[in-house]
């Protein structure tokens, strides 16, 4: 009987479990995609060092789930709150027919356990489908082979959404229960008699706060843009960061309060139509709905930030990494270890060979290590200079105590790198980078770390900058850094290598590093890869890194299929886990909007049937409810579309020389897909609940 | 006289076969312009249900209504809420404002939904205003004001369209009696010196003592007519009470 009263319930207000049943099957769909990830095809087509990487984001993600768990979990609560609202005279009437408050809540447990699993079933399928897109995605990420392409489950996913699930339904079951119980009969049957009192705000004082909400705001996207400089250390963020909510929370406060006294100046625009109806409507819902707005504008910023700012990175990261990594192997070794030194607080006294061979290059070290050169082509081996006469202190030279005091964080001990121009040169052919050529006097700057560079140009920036590298005075041949490095790496992180004329005394001690390009003289990437394992440091070590260890040599090198690896894998996870938690934000802020919008609707039905009574037509009311909704659902929209400008630009600067702010196209426009598709259908489903809702 | 509304052997039906309810039973009656017309009757003897009729939110199962020149039953969609918006005016037992606007925004909404010029606006609100001694109360909320000037802002909106016919539906009905006493007058005000037409329903013989004509029905028919002609309200007032006395219902409005 309890089931049939249940069943019927649901069918009857299948329109009020709309919004509902959307954010449950969203969220089912969501986690089982997000937690799926390891069985999908694209994972098991990438190479074995990527997997390592996997595992590490399956863990990050496993974890992130628990954080998605408990933010689903609390708007499913809600969303359960708001339905159980809608129908207080509802049980109202139950229990003026005798119904005990158990029975009710049983038949409010059914309900629950039949949408749960209806949703969660649904959630399922459609969370297993688009994991088959998903792993389209990811193997655009991972570059893995898709050529062939099977249909995934993944049971262990599923299994763990339908627990993870049933553990929300069951704190749902408790909170209701625990609501009813609460209630008493005269309150559920008189729920809907509400006599409001429309407090309005001083209009002088709405505008008041307003302009300095908007102050506070403005200020606040000043310091993280263009005073973007001062900000150096984590502490330093905070204030801007209270200064964005305090503003949010300021202007949602005053927002309507300003429009509509800005507008009723307008007399043409504010007696027209429904216009004055729906502006009324507003000031006074925003009323109710200030933190609401806030919390939900704050959210939808940190999704368009997240979102955009993550693919953009990795968008630079992806094209940085081609570029920045022109040959397959760099290997490098300390030249003249002395008869010892200090290291991390420990001395250490190298053997007598590891001194002799320090004093050798690379490629005799190869040799005399039972390595067959033929492995390697294009090989070229230059060295690298430093000295303790020249370090950044000297370089910054008159600017230094200025510099400084702007970045205390900085090691200004750092030696800086010398090369002969003729190795670079040699170098930056392999490379196939910008060859330079030098006077007898001069020198060139190369650095592409953005911030590093500008450092270096405010002092460049003088004109014919001398510096004295061994002995002898040199200057600048340009009056800024240049382009180039000498070492593969991720991303442009060449933080100064200084260029100097072939007949530079440089002396053997200043010898710090012999460094060694090549390519593996193979065609195919599997020959590259069985040539890799030779270089490659792992349990089952080739001849020349057994011999390199019983002899203690220690050679250093970097290879570009695991940079690559590396490199891919981690911003994928940081990609990935930017997503999910993007898209669980989203989903959270615009079922909280929505619920929002429709217990406001409920609640002012008497106003729409006073429009309906003097004369209105439906499609005016529609009109005005439209307005009136897209007003709600774009507010908070807008302004995080502005707070996200500011916030992106930040991100930026923050990773300077990681993301340029060109690559930031194409992930807006799937930034802008995401939302519009989730925020726009939620915007969608509120206004036609709510056209339903007035209508009875 | 020209004739404003011309209801002609309407029916409404509900339920269905075997159980039919007969509202509204072949009634016919004649408004002329500048009347002031009361209904009366107990409660469920169909007087809801034929100002419904006649102000389209229900339909009539048979019979014509005409208001001008128009048979409203044949009306659809658009042109419907066309007639009611601008050939109409409502006033209601609850009032009906919308807290969130003030009373001259209310007043106001009933012209801005017509599409009438902002400058305009202004003018005849405030001249409405005026008119019903309402002028203080204009910026006010109505959760501020008392019931009576409450439902006087309900007349200023319903009359301020200039419509044809002005439906009252108990006006009276949530008001004391001081208020309902003002708010009658202004009735009488608009009725004789603007010469609006009033079609109003009211179970309350006191309030019905100010129109012109009282039509009552029972069961669904009209039982008697009487006119006030050249006699006093006190002395119409004592024709209605009879009337009720002979109608049999509602014993309590007999005081």
């Known amino acids: ?696 | 006289m020209e004739k404003i509304l011309e209801v002609s052997n309407i029916e409404k039906y509900y339920g269905n076969k075997s159980n039919l309810t007969k509202a509204i039973n072949n009634i016919s009656f004649n408004v002329n312009k500048g009347e002031f017309v009361g209904i009366m009757g107990a409660s469920g003897s169909g007087k809801t249900t034929l100002l419904n009729c006649i102000s389209t939110i229900d339909r009539v199962t048979s019979g014509h209504i005409i208001v001008g020149n128009e048979d409203i039953t044949k009306l659809k969609g658009n042109k419907l809420n066309k007639y009611r918006r601008e050939e109409l005016g409502f006033i209601f037992q609850d009032f009906n404002l919308l807290d969130t606007l003030t009373c001259y925004e209310n007043i106001a909404l009933a012209l801005t939904i017509q599409k009438v010029n902002s400058k305009d606006i202004e003018t005849r609100v405030k001249d409405i205003a005026k008119k019903l001694e309402i002028q203080d109360i204009l910026d006010k909320y109505p959760y501020q004001v008392s019931g009576g000037q409450k439902q006087r802002v309900a007349l200023a909106r319903a009359i301020i369209t200039n419509p044809k016919l002005i439906l009252a539906d108990e006006p009276t009905g949530a008001l004391d009696s001081k208020s309902a006493r003002q708010l009658l007058e202004s009735f009488k005000y608009l009725n004789e010196s603007m010469n609006a037409t009033v079609l109003m329903v009211t179970h309350d013989a006191f309030t019905a003592s100010y129109a012109n004509r009282i039509l009552f029905i029972k069961d669904g028919k009209i039982f008697n007519e009487i006119l006030k002609g050249d006699s006093s309200r006190k002395e119409f007032f004592e024709k209605i009470i009879d009337v009720q006395t002979l109608l049999g219902g509602d014993l309590n409005n007999v005081i």
């Not at chain 1, 409010?108 to 399922?124: C, D, P, Q, R």
């Open chain 1, 1 to 696: 009987m309890l089931f049939k009263l249940s069943l019927k319930n649901m069918k009857k207000s299948i329109k009020d479990f709309a919004i509902y049943f959307l954010t449950l099957v969203l969220g089912v769909a969501i986690f089982y995609m997000f937690n799926s990830l390891d069985s999908q095809q694209a994972m098991l087509e990438v190479s074995q060092s990527t997997r390592q990487i996997i595992k590490l984001m399956l863990g990050m993600l496993g974890f992130v789930s628990v954080f998605v768990a408990i933010v689903l979990g609390l708007l499913i609560v809600y969303a359960n709150n708001f339905l159980i609202n809608r129908r207080k005279k509802e049980f109202g009437i139950y229990m003026t027919l005798g119904m005990g408050k158990r029975q009710i809540s049983k038949v409010i447990l059914l309900e629950t356990l039949l949408v749960g699993i209806m949703s969660l079933a649904v959630g399922l399928v459609i969370g297993i489908f688009a994991s088959q897109f998903m792993s389209i995605l990811v193997a655009k990420l991972f570059e893995a082979d898709m050529s062939k392409f099977h249909f995934v489950f993944s049971k262990e996913a599923c299994i763990k959404t339908c627990i993870y699930f049933a553990v929300m339904y069951l704190a749902v079951m408790i909170f209701n229960t625990m609501t009813i119980s609460r209630y008493k009969l005269i309150n559920l049957l008189n729920a809907t008699k509400k006599n409001e009192k429309v407090k309005m705000k001083n209009p002088f004082l709405a505008v008041f706060v307003f302009l300095f909400g908007s102050t506070i705001l403005g200020y606040a996207y000043w310091k993280v843009t263009a005073d973007v400089h001062s900000i150096n250390t984590a502490e330093k963020m905070l204030p801007p960061i209270i200064m964005g909510i305090i503003g949010t929370i300021l202007t949602f406060w005053s927002l309507s309060g300003f429009i509509i006294t800005l507008i009723q100046k307008m007399k043409n625009i504010y007696f027209k139509g429904t216009n004055m109806f729906v502006l009324r409507q507003i000031n006074n819902k925003i009323n109710t709905t200030v933190v609401s707005m806030s919390v939900i504008c704050i959210m939808l910023f940190m999704t368009i930030s997240i979102l955009s700012s993550s693919l953009a990175l990795r968008n630079t990261m992806q094209r940085d990494l081609i570029e920045m990594t022109p040959v397959d192997l760099n290997l490098y070794k300390t030249a003249n270890l002395p008869e010892s030194y200090m290291s991390y607080g420990k001395e250490i006294r190298p053997t007598e060979q590891q001194i002799e061979d320090s004093r050798h290059p690379i490629k005799d070290t190869l040799i005399n290590n039972n390595l067959d050169m033929n492995v390697l082509k294009d090989v070229v081996e230059i060295e690298v200079y430093a000295t303790n006469d020249l370090t950044w202190e000297t370089f910054f030279g008159n600017k230094f105590d200025e510099i400084k005091k702007e970045f205390p964080g900085l090691d200004y001990g750092t030696a800086e790198e010398i090369v002969k121009i003729s190795d670079y040169n040699k170098m930056a052919k392999l490379y196939g980078i910008n060859e330079y050529q030098l006077n007898e006097d001069e020198y060139i700057i190369l650095c592409d770390f953005d911030s590093q560079k500008e450092l270096r140009n405010r002092v460049l920036i003088q004109g014919d900058y001398p510096l004295t590298i061994a002995e002898k005075v040199y200057k600048s041949k340009y009056n800024e850094c240049k382009d180039g490095y000498i070492t593969m790496s991720t991303s442009h992180t060449n933080t100064g290598i200084i260029l100097v004329p072939d007949n530079c005394p440089l002396t053997e001690e200043m010898k710090e590093m012999y460094l060694l390009s090549a390519n593996y003289n193979a065609t195919t990437d599997e020959g590259k890869e069985e040539i890799e394992k030779i270089f490659v440091d792992n349990a089952d070590s080739s001849n020349l890194i057994k011999s390199l260890n019983d002899n203690g040599i220690v050679i250093d090198g970097l290879t570009k299929i695991s940079i690559m690896e590396a490199s891919v894998g981690l911003t994928t996870i940081a990609v990935f886990i930017a997503i999910y938690l993007g898209i669980v934000f989203l989903i959270a802020s615009s079922a909280i909007l929505s619920l929002k919008q429709l217990t406001d609707s409920s609640d002012n039905k008497q106003r729409y049937t006073i429009l309906r009574k003097i004369g209105c037509d439906e499609k005016m009311i529609n009109k005005a409810l439209f307005r009136q909704i897209g007003i709600f659902f774009g507010a908070p929209l807008l302004l995080a579309i502005i707070h996200s400008v500011f916030g992106i630009k930040f991100a930026l600067s923050l990773l300077s020389g990681l993301a340029k702010a060109d690559e930031l196209l194409p992930s807006i426009i799937v930034t802008v897909i995401i939302i519009g598709g989730i925020y726009g259908t939620y915007f969608l489903a509120t206004y036609f609940e709510s056209k339903n809702i007035i209508k009875e």
